[in-house]
């Protein structure tokens, strides 16, 4: 071998750096940069494409924001394990989030305060506290059996996103802050109903070329003002019960029976520095993020696992073998339901409901070679590697068996190295991620234990269209079943 023409790692010279302003993209225009050619309800698709065209880094402008768009999952996983400190939520969240009347909580907030208030939430929603609380998930599963009944008996469709986002707002409600609101025997009039309207809103604002709404209120305006009024009195509602089952019994205190009582008496703590705001703002934010993403993810996996009878067929033997009663649901038999979660897994892979990430850099720094300015916008891409074939063998294809490796379901989602990446990952990976697996998988035993599916649909037949609205849903799927 000849070492001389063998340098050292030491002695390679290394790659220039780019800055910002070099990186290829998108043409834009003048003053609004790219904000005119952006649709926000199909952003994380436009993103996906032109990080195709352009290479997995490449930089967009809107209005006078830079953003740096980043496809690499290896970068993408650095950067969210470089957060709260080196990255952080935009302002322009924190801005439009305010500016709607929605209080400070763990999904906003950064430093200290984020600090702070993560703990609180996070002791919430430990396996533990989940499991404590099962019974209560239970009664909301049996209202959506019910519910799903009545339109099999009368061979009614169902829409998936209605009836999934009232068993998943009834679920977190119920698990978190010991409140039945039970939407899913309620007309429509609900507080779902009020929350449907604030991330679609908060998508719109964040993406807005130009902020129409502080010079001219419509009707979509009006409506949302309405619907923030409605949630936070609902919130405060719920506060209020929290308070007055902690005067009438003290021992809540150091033992709280949810997530709102643990709040509340940790801001009740004098060296806490959390207030009524910040908990009523945690409460709205479980809401919502509890209800959309959970609801989405439920839908879509039954849209694949119709696509994939195989899939479904050994899905429906699982629990049907598992789940040999199912009006008596336990604990432990969810437990053993291995592949309705590498389906769970697989889905939230193909069709995760938060396909991109934008975080806001708080200091000068180099991102992928790259040279940024604080403030700049770094727009993680969640799902670009996930289902390319360089990174996952036939990658377009739903198999859940890949995620059937030793060890057990799920660890190839928690891998170091994993492109997939649902929850996000690092110090703010998605507190609810145990919650959510667990409403997963409560749903599916009331779907095939006690239908058959006879279809699963949109109203003119193609693929259900992706729509981004903050989070990722589809659109338009609609479920006929029969009772067995």
Not at 74 to 80: D, F, K, P, R
Not at 311 to 336: C, K, M, N, W
Not at 357 to 380: C, D, F, N, R, Y
């Amino acid at each position: 071998m000849d070492t001389d023409v063998i340098a050292t790692a030491a002695q390679r010279p290394r790659p220039a750096l780019r800055q910002w302003q070099d990186l290829p993209g998108p043409r834009g225009l003048p003053w609004f940069g790219n904000a005119l050619q952006i649709d926000a309800s199909r952003m994380h698709l436009q993103l996906d494409a032109w990080a195709g065209e352009f290479g997995p880094l490449f930089k967009l402008r809107m209005g006078t924001r830079r953003l740096l768009v980043v496809g690499d999952h290896e970068l993408v996983a650095s950067i969210l394990r470089d957060r709260p400190g080196a990255f952080h939520r935009t302002t322009r969240f924190e801005e439009i989030w305010s500016e709607m009347g929605l209080g400070p909580n763990v999904f906003s907030a950064n430093g200290d305060t984020w600090r702070r208030q993560r703990r609180m939430v996070m002791s919430g929603f430990d396996p533990a506290h989940v499991q404590r609380y099962f019974p209560s998930l239970l009664r909301v599963a049996r209202r959506l059996s019910a519910r799903w009944q009545r339109a099999a008996a009368a061979g009614a469709s169902v829409d998936l996103q209605i009836d999934l986002m009232r068993f998943t707002v009834d679920a977190i409600a119920g698990l978190a802050f010991g409140a039945d609101v039970n939407t899913l025997e309620s007309g429509e009039d609900v507080i779902q109903h009020h929350l449907d309207q604030i991330f679609p809103a908060l998508s719109r604002r964040i993406t807005a070329a130009v902020p129409t709404w502080r010079y001219l209120r419509r009707r979509v305006d009006r409506e949302l003002e309405v619907a923030v009024v409605e949630v936070n009195a609902a919130v405060a509602r719920f506060i209020d019960q929290a308070r007055a089952r902690l005067a009438a019994d003290a021992s809540r205190r150091k033992d709280p029976h949810n997530l709102l009582e643990a709040m509340v008496s940790a801001a009740d703590n004098p060296d806490s520095g959390l207030d009524d705001e910040q908990v009523a703002g945690n409460v709205v934010a479980m809401l919502l993020a509890g209800e959309d993403t959970t609801a989405h993810t439920i839908a879509w996996m039954i849209h694949l696992l119709w696509r994939h009878p195989a899939a479904l067929d050994r899905a429906v033997l699982e629990v049907r073998t598992v789940v040999t009663d199912p009006g008596a649901i336990t604990f432990e038999q969810l437990r053993q339901l291995d592949y309705v979660e590498a389906c769970a897994h697989e889905t939230m892979r193909l069709k995760p409901v938060a396909p991109i990430l934008p975080l806001q850099a708080a200091e000068p720094m180099t991102v992928g070679g790259v040279q940024i300015e604080a403030g700049t916008i770094v727009m993680s891409l969640l799902r670009r590697d996930s289902v390319s074939d360089d990174h996952v063998e036939r990658a377009a294809s739903f198999e859940p068996e890949r995620w059937m490796v030793q060890g057990g379901p799920g660890k190839l989602a928690t891998s170091a190295k994993r492109t997939s990446m649902p929850f996000g990952a690092g110090p703010r990976i998605c507190p609810g991620r145990y919650l959510a697996l667990l409403e997963i998988k409560l749903a599916m035993v009331v779907l095939l234990s006690e239908f058959d599916l006879v279809s699963v649909d949109t109203p003119d037949g193609p693929e259900p269209r992706e729509r981004l609205s903050f989070t990722m849903a589809p659109v338009g799927l609609r479920m006929r079943l029969r009772a067995r």
